[in-house]
């Protein structure tokens, strides 16, 4: 049996494997963060200074693909392969520029540019096999995302012991695999593999759309959140470790576990979405998540063992909602303008994620959990964009109804 044969009986399963493998590059150096501050005497600001510059690249990537239009004109199996491919380069060859927190910059950077070739060509691909049933597929995706996010700290974890370098070439391994396994699958049939060259911009008009823009909007609420809440959970894990009196060595294995809790998040999200709607999936993730960011700072003296539980809870209901505003998103773009369309969504949305992680990285040290505060402003305006979704979904029923 030929290979792309056999990939293509699964191929979303192949496709959030690979979305996996290709996403542990995201947070490959906040994986060895505590080993480079001790190595190389990164600050803490220096870490969330290459956690911006990831996410710079990857808005970067993201907006060059969606105003030239390349998601639509090259077939996405193979910008996904070459992206994933110069990545794992990149990502290792931060090893030789770490000491220098500009080079390192510059390194997370095109980094970043390479994850814009990534992600969003997954959903794309997502859909081209599996359009059907889309909010529970992306919840696959969006799971391994996060499971990918999180493998940095499962790979240092497992080389605790060995240099800090060895997660980072671990990472790049899996890039490498991920890309052979997108190249061989191909797209798939239910969209063009490619389109015809388009306006510049192009992804803008689905905006014109209403309930599209009320997606892409609860969409920002949440991304608002969801990075900085990532970048801090080292931190938040260290800090209650320190008041159990535990060692270091945990701290990896426990920020990967509440990051990896959101791929449970994400897939019971997708079921649910087939039976009460990815709108209404999505504002009871977005709720639960904004009400954790007011309550947690409040609970700073309870008991660690409560702090790093909710911290759990919290690590499935950030993320839960991501790929039911993607599902929303890519049922309300027009179908020849998806991949522009996600793309400058995620743009829009990872440009957001820029001062949020600033904020909460640069006022850590004086702020302590309060810092968690200036995350709320995502789910509160996140919930009031999405209920211009469900309005407009109740008057179009309402119209047809009275023809």
């Known amino acids: 049996m030929p290979f792309h044969t056999f990939l293509a009986r699964t191929p979303l399963a192949v496709i959030v494997i690979a979305q996996l493998f290709g996403t542990s590059l995201w947070f490959s150096v906040n994986g060895v963060g505590l080993a480079l501050q001790e190595a190389v005497g990164l600050s803490e600001s220096d870490l969330g200074l290459l956690t911006i510059a990831v996410q710079a690249g990857f808005i970067t990537g993201t907006l060059l693909i969606a105003t030239t239009g390349i998601a639509d004109r090259v077939r996405a199996s193979h910008l ?8 794992a380069l990149i990502n290792a060859a931060f090893i030789g520029v770490a000491e ?34 889309a909010g529970a597929a992306l919840g696959w995706l969006v799971g ?22 060895w997660p980072l070439l671990l990472a790049s391994l899996l890039a490498l695999v991920a890309a052979l396994m997108i190249f061989k699958l191909g797209v798939g049939p239910h969209l063009p593999a490619t389109a015809k060259s388009g306006r510049p911009w192009a992804g ?3 905006f ?3 309930r599209f823009r009320a997606a892409a909007l609860g969409y920002f609420g949440h991304c608002w959140e969801l990075y900085a809440l990532w970048a801090l959970v080292p931190f938040l894990v260290a800090r209650e470790l320190e008041r159990l009196g535990a060692a270091n060595g945990a701290q990896p294995w426990l920020s990967f576990a509440v990051i990896a809790l959101g791929l449970p998040g994400c897939v019971l999200a997708g079921k649910w979405s087939r039976h009460i709607g990815s709108d209404r999936v999505a504002c009871v993730a977005l709720a639960t998540s904004g009400a954790l960011c007011l309550v947690y700072p409040l609970l700073g003296s309870a008991s660690p063992w409560l702090l790093l539980a909710l911290l759990g809870v919290w690590g499935v ?17 027009p179908a020849e303008r998806l991949g522009a369309a996600l793309a400058m969504m995620n743009a829009i949305g ?11 990285t640069s006022l850590w040290s004086s702020q302590s959990l309060a810092v968690i505060w200036w995350l709320l402003p995502g789910p509160i305006l996140g919930l009031i964009a999405m209920r211009g979704f469900s ?5 179009v029923k309402t119209l047809r109804g009275n023809r």
């Open 80 to 87: 996904f392969a070459i992206s994933a491919v110069l990545g």
């Open 100 to 133: 220098s927190v500009t080079l390192a910059a510059v390194a997370r950077f095109a980094t970043g540019l390479c994850l814009a070739g990534i992600y969003p060509l997954g959903m794309k691909l997502v859909v081209s096999w599996t359009p059907s049933h």
């Open 144 to 165: 391994m995302l996060t499971l990918g996010i999180a493998s940095p700290h499962l790979l240092r974890g497992l080389t605790l012991h060995l240099p800090w370098q």
């Open 204 to 206: 803008l008009a689905a």
């Open 208 to 210: 014109k759309q209403p």
């Open 317 to 333: 209901s950030v993320i839960a909602d991501s790929a039911q505003f993607s599902a929303l998103a890519s049922a309300t773009a």
């Open 350 to 360: 990872f440009g957001l994620t820029l001062p949020s992680i600033a904020l909460v």
């Open 391 to 395: 309005s407009h979904q109740h008057h």
